[in-house]
């Protein structure tokens, strides 16, 4: 097959991947209730703008979705497993782009960051706490979080970041960074469209600015919980940080029964939320184990 043809096939065959992806990211967020649709922030107890911290639970925590996820649709587990423990909890959406609904953190991450800082600045206007806990999935707990302490002043507000299977250090989304690289033009037709996309692949200019600094930031706790079976943020290993004050964990090393892959651990995995829970509060955490499924 001559070169160009070669080039051109690559360069469909990403495309429909990214496709294929999109599409279900829109099908789940069609599957939310109507009050959602009507753009009403479906919550079971989260996003309650009356909530003030508790003595036990004094930072509230802030959620941030993944790629292609919305404020409501990553969290109707872990929003309300949180709430009945005691927190004040809050999610945002970001990275919205124009004609594309529900489906968010597709923009440039660091405008992303900057939605992201002014939620943090309600949230803390609101509640009267100094410091909230940020708590994210894939984009939403790496390089999103990670760009607003580092670049824009936000370890001060911030007292622990626990990362769900976050890209710190880029994706190969299993070996399609590559074919996209391989495709002259194609990084720049992602950047173009989906810049958020684009920032988490490896070797993506907005990498090298955010990994230009160390890891982590002083006076932040850090805890990364990743899975084995990821196959977005690929390898899993690039997501632990290093530095002081971090947690890297690994959800088989606590439960080896456990398959979940990228998406459910971020959504319904109740063996990293418990381990989630222990992060936010370690002076009162637990063991957690397959028990904790059910727990």
């Not at 069609?30 to 004094?58: E, F, I």
């Not at 009267?128 to 707990?141: C, F, P, R, Y």
């Not at 979080?145 to 299977?165: E, M, Q, S, T, W």
């Not at 971090?246 to 971020?266: F, M, P, T």
Request: glycine share 8%; with cysteine; net charge positive.
């Amino acid at each position: 097959m001559p070169p160009h043809k070669k080039s051109f096939r690559a360069l469909a065959c990403t495309a429909s991947t990214l496709a294929l992806a999109v599409t279900a990211g829109i099908a789940n967020a069609s599957a939310a209730p109507a009050d959602a649709k009507a753009g009403k922030t479906v919550t079971s107890g989260w996003n309650n703008w009356s909530c003030k911290p508790s003595a036990a639970h004094s930072q509230p925590v802030v959620l941030m979705h993944g790629t292609f996820g919305n404020s409501w649709d990553n969290w109707l587990v872990l929003a309300p497993y949180l709430v009945k423990r005691g927190y004040c909890v809050y999610s945002l959406d970001y990275g919205q782009k124009a004609g594309v609904p529900l489906v968010n953190g597709l923009g440039p991450i660091e405008k992303s960051a900057q939605q992201l800082s002014a939620f943090v600045d309600k949230v803390r206007k609101s509640t009267g706490a100094e410091k909230v806990d940020l708590v994210g999935h894939s984009q939403g707990g790496g390089p999103l979080p990670r760009y607003y302490l580092n670049f824009l002043d936000g370890a001060a507000k911030v007292g622990k970041l626990v990362g769900i299977a976050p890209d710190n250090h880029g994706t190969t989304v299993s070996g399609m960074s590559r074919l996209v690289d391989t495709v002259p033009g194609a990084r720049k037709v992602f950047s173009l469209t989906l810049p958020g996309v684009e920032d988490q692949l490896v070797g993506s200019e907005f990498l090298k600015k955010l990994n230009s600094k160390p890891d982590t930031v002083p006076g932040v706790e850090y805890t990364v919980i990743s899975t084995r079976y990821d196959e977005i943020a690929t390898p899993y290993t690039s997501q632990f940080l290093s530095g002081p004050d971090v947690r890297n964990v690994v959800l088989q090393d606590l439960c080896k029964l456990d398959i979940s892959e990228h998406a459910a651990i971020g959504t319904i995995d109740r063996v990293a939320f418990h381990e989630v829970a222990n992060a936010l509060d370690p002076a009162h955490a637990t063991p957690t184990t397959c028990k904790s499924a059910v727990s």
